[in-house]
Each structure stands twice: as C-alpha cells, then as structure tokens.
T-cell receptor, first 110, second 110 residues
C-alpha cells in the first residue's frame, strides 16, 4: 500500500531563516506530487505541483520554491522566511483522480 | 472551469442529530467529487468520492453524499452525529486539476 511521509512534524523558525520541508511517497512510482498551505482558519492553497523529476509548476509567486530530486521525493524550500509563511503545509499525491495527503508540517515563523 | 462552494463555514449540531454539510459545484464536464475530513493538526483524509457510478455514495464513519446533477450539489450527510465527528470538512472537484472548497468546521454539542 502507498504511504506518504512528511517531516518535520512541527517547526519553529525565526524570520529570515531558511526552510526545507521534505515529503516522500512509498509504494508507488512516478506520482504527481503537490504542496499545499493552510493559513490559520483558512482553506487550502496550492503552492506547487510536480508531474516528474525536475518538473515543477508554481501556482503562487512567493518566496518559496520546490524541487523534486528523486521520483518519490518532493522538497519545499525558502531562502528567507517571512512571518506570512507560517501555516500548515501539506504534501499530497494522486492516484486515479484522487488526492491523498500526508500528515502535514506545522510551521511557525517568529 | 471548475469550482466548489461550501455553504456555511461553521456548522453546529447536537450529538445524535443529523449532520448536513452543503457543497455545490461548477463543472463543464462530468465531475469527480470528493469529501475530505481534517482533524486538528492532521492531514486530509478521504471520506468518500463520486465517480459517476452511483449517485448515492457511502463513505467511512457513517457518512454519505448524494450527487444531484439538477441542483449541481454534493451534500454530505450523517444520520446521527457523534462527538468524534467534530472536524473540518472539505468538498473538492477534480478535472484537469483539483479544486477545494474553503471548508466547513463541524462542532458537535454534547
């Protein structure tokens, strides 16, 4: 069966520091992968999606970036965090038109 | 273009009462429709999905949803609310991309 992992589970970072969140999927090959963000009390915002290694599409221009160095690995990064980057970050993959989500990373920028 | 609208960002029901969460969709093609549930600080979990096989879809935890093309609706129901149903619920539509509603927070009053 397929599983999706995210780490870290929680992260507290100062403004201006770098960020790296990792997502890995097991039990499938060449998945479509997605990064979403939930700000406090708000819905899901699609940040990036990837259909293959090295193929990244950005939905919202901002100081975040994504990379896919391996087939089942998806990384979300920032060189300098802003206060507005705080939120709950979710990674997802899809199969047969259905998206499945990881457990999420709670990021607090102070 | 596709979209979903969830009516009511907050819904409160008494324990044992009927749960009704509303979702209307817009789609130029036959849609795939989904309901997800999110518990605090967790990822989204698939409750059920409609893929045109049957208009009444049964999901996990006693939830079901009915696809009504004439009303462009896909409302989520459960006959008797349980305390453990308190969570955020998201409706979504899938076409060439996934579109999520803004979510409905369900409170169950003992």
């Amino acid at each position: 069966s397929q599983t999706i992992h995210q780490w870290p589970a929680t992260l507290v970072q100062p403004v201006g520091s770098p960020l790296s969140l990792e997502c890995t999927v097991e039990g499938t090959s060449n998945p479509n992968l997605y990064w979403y963000r939930q700000a406090a009390g708000r819905g899901l915002q699609l940040l990036f999606y990837s259909v293959g290694i090295g193929q990244i599409s950005s939905e919202v221009p901002q100081n975040l970036s994504a990379s896919r160095p391996q087939d089942r690995q998806f990384i979300l990064s920032s060189k300098k965090l802003l206060l507005s980057d705080s939120g709950f970050y979710l990674c997802a993959w899809d199969s047969r038109d259905t998206q499945y989500f990881g457990p999420g990373t709670r990021l607090t920028v102070l | 273009a596709q979209s979903v609208t969830q009516l009511g960002s907050h819904v409160s029901v008494s324990e044992g009462a009927l749960v009704l969460l509303r979702c209307n969709y817009s789609s130029s093609v036959p849609p795939y429709l989904f309901w997800y549930v999110q518990y605090p600080n967790q990822g989204l979990q698939l409750l059920l999905k409609y893929t045109s096989a049957a208009t009444l879809v049964k999901g996990i935890n006693g939830f079901e949803a009915e696809f009504k093309k004439s009303e462009t609706s896909f409302h989520l129901t459960k006959p008797s609310a349980h305390m453990s149903d308190a969570a955020e619920y998201f409706c979504a539509v899938s076409g060439n991309q996934f579109y999520f509603g803004t979510g409905t927070s369900l409170t169950v009053i003992p």
